[in-house]
Structure formats: C-alpha cells, structure tokens
C-alpha cells in the first residue's frame, strides 16, 4: 500500500515535469540565463562556461583561456516551484582544446510520506543531478567540434531512484560575424526507478547567429534556432536579439515556441547582461500565459572570463 501511494506521488511529479514517458526534463533547462533570455537559442551561443549545456564546441574557438561560473533558476514557480542551481566552467589547454566541467542539481517541492493508515511519516525532497565532462577540438580556424558525457542521477522517492549515461555531440563554425550550430543531446539509456523505464529527452539542434556592428561601441546579434524532440517527434524553435553598448551591457529579448501537442510550453523571454574587466553577471525572466507553468520563470549567473 505505502510503495503504491508513493508511486502515485512520484508520477504526478512526472506527468508535471516529464514529456509522454520522458524524465529528466531538467537536462533541458539551460541554465545560462543568456541562452534563457534570447529564446533558448543556446546552440549558437559564444564560448562561456555555459557552453558545456549550449554547444561545447564553441569552448575550442574562444579568445579566452577559460572561464567559470555559477547561476540559479527559480523554474515554474507559479507551479510546482523547481530550482535549478548549476556550477561549470572550461579551460584551454593549447591552441585547439578545450576541456569543460559541470554538475546542476535539480530540486522539486517536497512531499508527506505517509503510513498505510494515512498518518504523516515525514517528507522528502526529489532531486536530480547531472556530472557533466566534455572536450572540444578545433579542426580549423572557424570550425570545432566537441563531445561531452554526463552521469545523472534521479531519485524520485525513497524507493524510487535511478541513474544513466548520455552523451552529447556538437558542432561550431564560426566564419566572420556569422555562427552556425548543430548539436545531438542527452542521446543515452533510460532511467528505470523500479516499476518503468523513462527515456530521456534526446533533441537535435540547429541555430544561426549574426553580428552586426552598427558602430563602434554598438553591437546587435540575431539568433535563431529549430528542435526535434527524437523520443517524441515534438517540434521547439526559438529566436533571439541581444543589444550591446561597449562590450559593458547587454539588453535581450527572446521567444520559443514549443508543440502544444507534446506538452511543451511556449514563451517570451527578456534578459539584462553586465560585463566589466571579465566578469559578467546575467540576467533572464520568462513571461508567458497565467496558466503556464513557465510564467515569472527567473534565472541569474555570475561568472569570469580569463
């Protein structure tokens, strides 16, 4: 009686957070508040110590030596109030490579644990982590590619957890101002919590981005991006504009779009950057319907570029 009410509790948390038999939604989250604020469009993102969850490659064509951070998301706090609290970072070693290093922890709302004659027991909180390693090469001057492998570890209940692997594939040219980017994600075994298995939400990625120079201190990039959910034939894109005034401040605004008939929501998204002598704080905040989960969705990164 008590595995069967724990069960219950723990696939009303998946039908809320998980995609028609997918779990470990977090793995979607990108939890860079850049890529979060221009549309999720993260495929084509710059190196930063983000890339590992946008596109590692780009860590192989950055200017800089390496860079780390740490953010914090407070996801579909309107309903079931996730947070999502990530820490990553790169280095380069030599000319054309790139090691990158990451971990986020997922951490749902928590629940009564009760006794067979219904009395209250204690409660426990449901978690996620990933253990995130990737390297990234670059092949020519403009052209990289990246792997990455992650551990995740999912615990649903007290007698309901369980782990995979997945890995990730990448790739990033970079020719003048223009940006193109392809990525294979979370491609891996499924978790099984002792009663099913769940697969994960497996997604191939295609983004492009401009630069345009409007004058010297002045900066406007535009980025698009398309996605193909491969579990579930569902179908995102999203779009992105980024203003930036000196390499100082950025001012951005974003849009995703998610197949309502898979579940996935769309939205609006507007964001805020600071930089100054490589350290860069960032800022992003969902808007969407009042009886969308991801209304008054915010995230907020701080990180250094060396």
Same mark, same amino acid.
């Given at each position: 009686?008590?595995?069967?009410?724990?069960?219950?509790?723990?696939?009303?948390?998946?039908?809320? &957070?998980?995609?028609? !038999?997918?779990?470990?939604?977090?793995?979607?989250?990108?939890?860079d508040?850049r890529t979060?604020? +221009? !549309?999720?469009?993260?495929?084509?993102?710059p190196?930063?110590?983000?890339a590992?969850?946008?596109?590692?490659?780009?860590?192989? @064509?950055?200017?800089?030596?390496?860079?780390?951070?740490?953010?914090?998301?407070?996801?579909?706090?309107?309903?079931?109030?996730?947070?999502?609290?990530? *820490?990553?970072?790169?280095?380069?070693?030599?000319?054309?490579?790139?090691? #990158? *290093?990451?971990?986020? +922890?997922? @951490?749902?709302?928590?629940?009564?644990?009760?006794?067979?004659?219904?009395?209250?027991? =204690?409660?426990?909180?449901?978690?996620?982590? #990933?253990?995130?390693?990737?390297?990234?090469?670059?092949? #020519?001057?403009?052209?990289?590619? /990246?792997?990455?492998?992650?551990?995740?570890?999912?615990?649903? !209940?007290?007698?309901?957890?369980?782990?995979?692997?997945?890995a990730?594939?990448?790739?990033?040219?970079?020719? $003048?101002?223009?940006?193109?980017?392809?990525? /294979? &994600?979370?491609?891996?075994s499924?978790?099984?919590?002792?009663? !099913?298995?769940?697969?994960?939400p497996?997604?191939?990625?295609?983004?492009?981005g401009?630069?345009?120079?409007?004058?010297?201190?002045?900066?406007? &990039?535009?980025?698009?991006q398309?996605?193909? +959910?491969?579990?579930?034939?569902?179908? &995102?894109?999203?779009?992105?504009?980024?203003?930036?005034?000196?390499?100082?401040?950025?001012?951005?605004?974003?849009?995703?779009? $998610?197949?309502p008939?898979?579940?996935?929501?769309?939205?609006?998204s507007?964001?805020l =950057?600071?930089?100054?002598?490589? +350290?860069? @704080?960032?800022?992003?905040?969902?808007?969407?319907?009042?009886? #969308?989960? @991801?209304?008054?969705?915010l995230?907020?990164?701080?990180?250094?570029?060396?």
């Amino acid at each position: 009686m008590k595995r069967i009410y724990i069960i219950s509790l723990i696939l009303s948390i998946l039908s809320v &957070t998980s995609i028609s !038999g997918q779990t470990a939604q977090f793995l979607t989250v990108s939890p860079d508040s850049r890529t979060l604020s +221009l !549309g999720g469009t993260g495929v084509i993102s710059p190196a930063s110590a983000f890339a590992i969850y946008n596109n590692n490659a780009a860590t192989a @064509l950055s200017p800089f030596k390496g860079a780390f951070a740490a953010s914090y998301t407070m996801w579909q706090p309107a309903t079931t109030d996730n947070q999502l609290m990530s *820490l990553s970072g790169f280095i380069k070693m030599g000319k054309r490579s790139a090691i #990158s *290093l990451g971990s986020r +922890l997922f @951490l749902y709302p928590a629940y009564d644990l009760s006794n067979p004659q219904g009395i209250v027991t =204690g409660a426990f909180n449901p978690r996620e982590l #990933s253990v995130d390693l990737g390297y990234a090469y670059n092949i #020519s001057g403009s052209f990289s590619a /990246a792997a990455t492998v992650h551990y995740i570890s999912s615990k649903m !209940g007290p007698q309901a957890a369980g782990s995979a692997f997945a890995a990730d594939l990448g790739l990033m040219y970079q020719p $003048g101002n223009l940006s193109l980017g392809l990525t /294979a &994600t979370n491609l891996g075994s499924k978790i099984d919590y002792g009663y !099913g298995s769940y697969s994960l939400p497996a997604q191939i990625k295609l983004g492009a981005g401009y630069r345009f120079s409007l004058q010297e201190k002045h900066l406007l &990039t535009a980025t698009v991006q398309a996605g193909y +959910l491969i579990v579930n034939s569902g179908i &995102t894109a999203g779009i992105g504009l980024e203003y930036s005034y000196n390499n100082l401040i950025s001012l951005r605004v974003g849009g995703h779009y $998610g197949d309502p008939e898979k579940g996935i929501p769309s939205h609006l998204s507007a964001g805020l =950057g600071l930089n100054f002598k490589g +350290l860069t @704080l960032n800022a992003a905040y969902l808007l969407a319907q009042k009886d #969308s989960p @991801l209304a008054n969705s915010l995230s907020v990164g701080l990180g250094w570029a060396f």
